[in-house]
């Protein structure tokens, strides 16, 4: 690969897929997203990280920009940039340089802002992903290491701003994809891959409210096969839930406004959760505005393979390779596996209560299912779940062995989620759950339903199924709900011949 890495936003899209098309429109989607890196230090100081301190209370002279400071680069910044590079599959660069990006703002104290341009220090990769059960993959042009500005402060003004410069110089990973998406619903996938990337191997802590991952979403429509139609990007969203709304409003406006037969101006947006809509806040500049040139105070970043060894080395499993392993490992469907590496978290979950049970598909479910479906009522992540992986182990491994139906694990599972009972097997004693599997007895109980349901007997005999579930029901009423279900199933029909 070149050393030489541009922005290709405007690269023609030749030989990729199509989206669906909106009112005769398809939608080109592309991504900025400036992930906040996990150091305690700031990237080119020793100053603090911590979110929520006082104002200015985070900032020391090098932040502040005061004359004779010099920048030093912070080493782990830059490891945490090598991690992202390996977990993509991307170019780690063994030279790349820091550039100054002039633009002047009062939350910016030098007047420019440190970043990467010609030669970024991550090159390529390509973030996969599943929209549905279809598999997606997103091409990235370059992650590149930068400088975060302060903060203006509006709200406890009046007619005047303050600046918090608690945040300027706080390390980034600004990480840029090429055009490839075509839908919001796509772009919140790919974000939410990324998101889980990040948070994944520990690089940033992926708070969005605090706006430790931000996101900068580039729109453009064009009639198909047309050249690529002029983008706004919307900046700063910070969920994802905003994140589609903008995205959906943002498709919407540009396609009004074209067949009104106005040409779209490039702009930066914000997006106005209360009313749903986004407004222009600026015209969009181009990197010539930026005026970028290397910056004297910093030496080219060199790294050595050997260091890139080590780090590599260091990595957790990826969320890819851990899937792949459920896929061969315990014999998932990839679709289980995908959604089952969400998280480190909830993988480790998953691979603790499938070891313990040894129903690794049973569990999966489980967890899929009504474990998720709890925690997402609740907002809360699996690392708080009530129900530890080794109760849902006990659990599904009595559903395996026929002690108890599902119906009944369900009342089990509830108790434990709501803390009355921790042990499962003492749960089931207590709550008389233990299905009914003692062929005598089931077979003297069928012999009842059979006799007191001559009618329904005769209707399956004359070629009527219903009125075999009919008695299926009326067996499982007589015993409580406790009979074996396949066993009452085929006493039935040995019984019915």
Known sequence: MSETVVNTFEAQQQGRPTGPLVAGYEVIIGFETHAQLSTQSKIFSRAATAFGAEPNTQACAVDLALPGTLPVMNKGAVERAIQFGLAIGAHVAPRSIFARKNYFYPDLPKGYQISQFEIPVVQGGAIEFFLGDEKKTVRLVRA????????????????????????????????????????????????????????????????????????????????????????????????????????????????????????????????????????????????????????????????????????????????????????????????????????????????????????????????????????????????????SAAQLAQLVARIADGTISNNAAKQVFDALWTGDGTEVDAVIDAKGLKQMSDTGELESIIDAVLAANADNVAQYKAGKEKAFNALVGQAMKATKGKGNPAQVNALLKQKLG
């Open 144 to 387: 590149h290491l930068e400088e975060d500005a302060g903060k203006s402060l509006h709200e406890d003004f009046i007619g005047q701003s303050g600046i918090d410069l608690n945040r300027a110089g706080t390390p980034l990973l600004e990480i840029v994809t090429e055009p490839d998406m075509r839908s919001s619903a796509e772009a919140v996938a790919y974000a939410k891959e990324l998101h889980k990337i990040v948070t994944w191997i520990g690089i940033c802590d992926g708070n969005m409210q605090e706006g430790s991952f931000r996101c900068d979403a580039n729109v453009s429509v064009r009639k198909p096969g047309q050249p690529l139609g002029t983008r706004r990007e919307i900046k700063n969203l910070n969920s994802f839930k905003f994140m589609q709304q903008a995205i959906d409003f943002e498709i919407r406006w540009q396609i009004e406004q074209i067949e009104d037969g106005h040409a779209i101006q490039q702009a930066t947006v914000l997006f106005n959760p209360d009313t749903g809509e986004t407004r222009a806040m600026r015209t969009k500049e181009d990197a010539a505005d930026y005026r970028y040139f290397p910056d004297p105070d910093l030496p080219p970043l060199v790294i050595a393979d050997d260091w890139v060894a080590r780090v590599k080395a260091q990595m957790p499993e990826l969320p890819r390779a851990m899937a792949a392993r459920f896929v061969a490992d315990y014999g998932l469907p990839e679709y289980d596996a995908t959604t089952l590496t969400q998280s480190r978290v909830m993988g480790a979950y998953f691979e603790a209560a499938a070891k313990a049970s040894g129903q690794a598909k049973l569990v999966s479910n489980w967890v899929m299912g009504e474990l998720s479906r709890r925690l997402n009522t609740q907002e809360a992540g699996i690392e708080t779940s009530p129900v």
